[in-house]
């Protein structure tokens, strides 16, 4: 998206500094315009230095769309004897599937990121969850499942987890009606 946003960004930028360097033309609609502005001295200067900055800008956002991103859908672990691909959608059932072995969790989300960084690979995880019942110590449980799903995880896919976020969601916050 963001790739996107930078390629019509800098499209954009050059089409409008397009249509600055068009008052240049001799065209007689605008004419009257351009005497009016071309009696200053400091007009033409600034036209041409304003244009070209956002030329300078627009090529470098336009060739920024296509700067490879190290973001991946999955990734490609390379072995003495070939390789193995690992999808981000089984990392996140393994993290899943750690969080669902505990019975005081209801509704967990994992969200995983995969980035491949030249030869050195890693892992985000973002997990939430509900916990409906006050007798357990949440600080305890999510230490608890924050150590389980990076050892799951890393021990799954052979790559570290750099960075993992857990975040408890309050039921009566959350504004979800309660099914008894």
């Known amino acids: 998206m963001r790739r996107l946003k930078n390629f019509c960004?800098?499209?954009?930028?050059?089409v409008i500094v397009g249509f600055l360097l068009f008052m240049y033309l001799d065209y007689e609609p605008i004419k009257q315009y351009q005497n009016y502005l071309y009696q200053y001295e400091w007009f033409q200067p600034l036209l041409i230095g304003l244009s070209a900055f956002?030329?300078?800008?627009?090529f470098i956002l336009f060739f920024s769309a296509f700067k490879p991103t190290?973001?991946?859908p999955g990734l490609y672990k390379d072995y003495q004897d070939g390789h193995i691909y690992i999808s981000r959608k089984s990392i996140e059932n393994t993290a899943l599937d750690?969080?669902?072995?505990y019975d005081e969790i209801r509704q967990p989300n994992v969200v995983a990121k995969l980035?491949?960084?030249?030869?050195n690979n890693f892992v985000d995880?973002?997990?939430d969850f509900l916990v409906p019942t006050t007798a357990v110590n949440i600080q305890s449980l999510t230490e608890q499942v924050r150590a389980d799903v990076k050892e799951n995880v890393e021990?799954?896919?052979?790559?570290p987890v750099r960075k993992l976020e857990i975040n408890v969601r309050d039921q009566r916050q959350s504004g979800e009606a309660r099914v008894v």
């Open 70 to 72: 190290h973001r991946k």
């Open 115 to 119: 980035y491949n960084k030249k030869n």
């Open 98 to 101: 750690t969080i669902k072995k």
């Open 54 to 58: 956002l030329i300078l800008i627009g």
């Open 125 to 127: 995880i973002k997990a």
């Open 9 to 14: 960004l800098g499209l954009l930028m050059v």
């Open 155 to 159: 021990r799954f896919s052979e790559m």
